[in-house]
């Protein structure tokens, strides 16, 4: 998960009672850099206006501009009406990045490990949520999205790691180098997808710690 800043006002059809509609997307779909706000995937084939607090036929919440997010179809058919009291990636008082912690498994059919060291509700119900939109193929289409999500991951992983072998090796020149830390630095950043892993997967690697420390603020 990453934090999400609103800066732009209501979008006017929500005044009319429409939130399914272009300027509303127009605005959203930049405003979470294109990525699903649960799981991280960008270049969303399924998206969707997914509702935090669910409106369950409240007017006021199903067009509530703070209330609308951008998700995948899984995510959002994951979480439903169900979990509800998350920690909020939209407001800044919060630095979801910081609460919940992910690991990407050696294997992609093993689950990704999805962690809290905040000891409250909303860290706990977030991370079993996460824990769902991550890992669950308890249906048959939930596997083929799930097979389709740990292969970006994958694919972005091999990418890491060879960033962070040219780091490490002493037979790559200081431009190299400089490029390597260069695109870590992308990849650790909100905008990137899946950023939650790559900043733990620092933050859990002391080598790269040292390295990328003027980039990782905590
Ligand atoms: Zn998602």
Redesign the pocket.
Known sequence: MFNVERVAPAPASLNRNQYNTQDVIDILEPMFHG???????DE?TDPEIEHFDPHMGDVTKKYDWGNLYY??????S?KGTRHTNLLDCCDINIDVLRGVKCLLPSCPDSDIEVTTQLNTAQANNTVELLNR?YNEKNTPLRGVTRVV?MDKLFELHVEFQQYRLILKKKRHTPDEKALAKARLTEMVGAHYPFSVFWRWHVLSDTFLSQQLDDVIDF
Request: charged fraction near 20%; hydrophobic fraction near 25%.
């Open positions: 990525k699903c706000y649960l799981c991280e995937q969303l998700s995948c179809g899984r995510c959002n994951i939109c999500l």
